[in-house]
């Protein structure tokens, strides 16, 4: 339980940071804290069986939203430079 706990806080502080990339208008930085932040709470949400019914759903959205994090990292990592 307490490594569940931990992964909705990760997710959960990723989308907060998020709120102050927006702030600061940073759009590209918080899509990505947005996406990789929404993968750990649904990941969070599979492990947890809260939506047995929905399982291969959530399960495809986890993965796209893990993707778009990866390559708005790589964009981003090759646009700051």
Do not use: C, H
Not at 40 to 59: D, H
């Amino acid at each position: 339980m307490k490594g569940l706990s931990i992964q909705y806080l990760m997710g959960g502080l990723m989308v907060a940071f998020s709120f102050y990339q927006i702030y600061t208008a940073d759009f590209w930085e918080a899509s990505l804290y947005i996406s990789a932040g929404l993968a750990f709470i649904v990941m969070g949400l599979l492990k947890n069986e809260v939506f047995p019914r929905q399982k291969k759903i959530l399960n495809a959205v986890s993965w796209l939203l893990i993707l778009l994090a990866v390559f708005l990292f790589l964009f981003l990592v090759r646009t700051d430079g």
